[in-house]
């Protein structure tokens, strides 16, 4: 500020002194939030990841063509893995930047705007009353005490600000095809429609409740849904039908490199607070995918050598009577045993978390749920109903915020453990609380529900198919 300012106050009356010192503190305060202001665009400075993809079954490392989800070369079925550049986890510092913190381990090309993030921390309430001494508790959701501010309320916040912030400028004109069985398509929904970016939402109609957002969705986000009676299974028929239409980009779920690794940040979070990978890993599953981006993330941090060299234990769970994942590695299966596709869809409508309801999960091919749980010394568990709402409960007494059935199911799994004897008081856990703080924030605004644009039958044509989208757009 100029000396000649302070001189020419000194020639004002003494009524208007008061007036000139709250007028200096005004300006110096502004200079200081510019200052601030520049430094953190400094920081905000973005350049895209630099990595490649590995084949997990063969080890064929090779460029990825921008949305690559296998490997054409390989003969199996198998995972393909990125490789990153920067072998050590450089976190960024500020909450600014969300799960993008995490950038060094995520193959983006962008940032997308308000991003969040998981967020850990050291249990108390529940440690206390499971009688554990290191509980680390990963929440995703709502909860401002905690700064977790994901407004959908669910970690597929995570997969989707990473997958679409894969998408390059080569894609821009595509429609996005997102196949879910409710919290994904929300938190896509959100993402896409903050962001400006076509979306497709391929839904079963009796999850579509979960379809709810604190304000209304931009136009670019469209939603169609099988009947009352079907499936996450026929929904993902849907979406493989729409994929073969000109003009749509399969998402690509458990083998899209960007949606594990978004998943993978709930494990970044927690090593990266704790100081070291956990001993165990506790999580509900209907894919698998989160644990298996959770092994993938420990593996990067094995070779990363400043976090220790122990793999967490994968302690993954399903809902009874939902079983298929359960049943196959009781049986030391790498496949998955036969479901009647009838008795899947009974069984998935018992469930108290349906997300959990995959009949087709990455369970058995190469760098899958199997071999995740082989190279860990994993387990599956098999929570029900009852068990769950015990947990939930017991969550949200011990701790302070409400969480879902899926996250319920894992917290009632580890209760499993303990009793069983496989977790002792001083191991050190984490438990990836997938989704929470939706009472929480409903109460505190207004809800829009996004309807579907239509309705299709479980037996649908890909003529039906063609038609009705050509008249969507």
């Keep these: 500020m100029p000396p000649f300012f302070f001189l020419s106050a000194l020639l004002l009356p003494k009524s208007c002194y008061f007036l000139v010192c709250i007028f200096t503190v005004q300006i110096l305060t502004f200079c200081i939030f510019a200052e601030n202001f520049n430094a953190m665009s400094d920081k905000m400075i973005f350049t895209p990841t630099k990595y490649q993809l590995q084949t997990v079954a063969t080890g064929r490392v090779f460029d990825d063509q921008g949305w690559t989800l296998d490997d054409k070369q390989c003969d199996k079925p198998s995972m393909v893995r990125p490789v990153y550049e920067k072998k050590q986890l450089q976190v960024k510092e500020g909450r600014c930047w969300g799960l993008y913190r995490y950038a060094d381990w995520l193959p983006i090309k962008t ?13 108390e309430g529940l440690a206390n009353r499971l009688g554990l001494r290191n509980l680390y508790i990963t929440f995703n959701g709502y909860w401002p005490e905690r700064n977790a501010r994901m407004t959908t309320c669910s970690f597929k916040e995570m997969e989707a ?7 390059g400028e080569e894609l821009k004109d595509k429609v996005l095809v997102v196949a879910s069985a409710g919290n994904t398509a929300r938190a896509f929904a959100k993402v896409c429609s903050d962001n400006g970016i076509k979306l497709l939402l391929c839904v079963p109609q009796d999850n579509i409740n979960a379809l709810w957002f604190d304000k209304p969705l931009n136009d670019c986000v469209k939603l169609i849904t099988t009947e009352s009676g079907s499936d996450y299974f026929d929904a993902i028929n849907l979406s493989n039908v729409v994929c073969e239409m000109e003009g749509y980009l399969a998402e690509g779920g458990a083998k899209n490199i960007a949606r594990r690794d978004g998943m993978g940040t709930t494990m970044m979070s927690a090593t990266t607070f704790i100081g070291r990978t956990p001993d165990f890993y506790f999580q509900a599953v209907g894919s698998g995918t989160g644990a298996i981006a959770a092994w993938e993330a420990n593996l990067r941090f094995v070779e990363d050598g400043r976090f220790g060299t122990n793999k967490a234990r994968l302690m993954v769970s399903q809902n009874k009577p939902f079983l298929p994942m359960y049943e196959a590695w009781r049986a030391d299966s790498r496949a998955l045993l036969p479901y009647d596709a009838d008795q899947a869809r009974k069984d998935a409508a018992e469930i108290c978390a349906p997300v959990l309801s995959n009949r087709k999960p990455p369970y058995g091919l190469a760098g ?3 071999d995740a749980l082989k190279d860990t010394h994993g387990d599956i568990l098999a929570v029900s109903n009852t068990e769950a709402n015990a947990a939930k409960a017991l969550f949200e007494e011990t701790e302070g915020i409400d969480i879902y059935h899926a996250a319920a199911v894992a917290t009632a799994s580890l209760q499993q453990a303990i009793e069983k004897e496989v977790v002792k008081a001083d191991d050190v856990v984490m438990l990836n609380i997938t989704g929470g703080g939706e009472k929480r924030f409903q109460a505190d605004h207004e809800m829009y529900y996004l309807k579907p644009n239509h309705i299709f039958k479980i037996d649908f044509t890909k003529e039906e198919v063609e038609r009705v989208l050509t008249a969507m757009r």
Aim: aromatic share 14%; proline share 9%; charged share 15%.
């Design 161 to 167: 600000f990473s997958v679409c912030a894969r998408l």
């Design 111 to 123: 940032m997308l705007a308000n991003p969040s993030e998981p967020v850990t921390y050291k249990s």
């Design 368 to 370: 899958g749920l199997f």
